[in-house]
């Protein structure tokens, strides 16, 4: 059995690791707002500390390619490596100078792009349908 009909909002949604965290946040922003369909990867607790690398081995299957962090723009995905050996949070930016993220134990939140997150970007990645 699994639920029906309701739809966690893009912001304030509690985080529950593999199933409402920042993938999943990153997914539902993309279908929603672009009407893209990003497949679902399962993802155990803590797998950046496990060997794992998660977001660059599934980018390309999920339709993404690395792009100059100069021309990020509207839509774009950031791979940010907080206190880990590997890439393990995502955001989508979102314009103005604001991202889209949900940061574990955190509501999902807008939030200023800049400080400390900037810092611990380490990758900007763009669907392949939104290259020009």
Known sequence: FEPTGYKAPLVGREFHHGVLDCYALGRDYY??????????????????????????????????????????????????????????HAAVYIGDNLILQHVMHRLSSRDVYGGWYRKCTVAVLRHRSLLE
């Open 31 to 88: 279908r929603e707002t672009l009407g893209i369909i990003l497949p679902d990867f399962p993802r155990e607790d803590e797998w950046w500390l496990k060997g794992q690398n998660l977001y660059l081995e599934h980018m390309e299957e999920a339709g993404f390619v690395r792009v100059d962090p100069a021309t990020m723009r509207l839509h774009d995905g950031l791979l940010m490596q907080l206190a880990s050996p590997t890439p393990n």
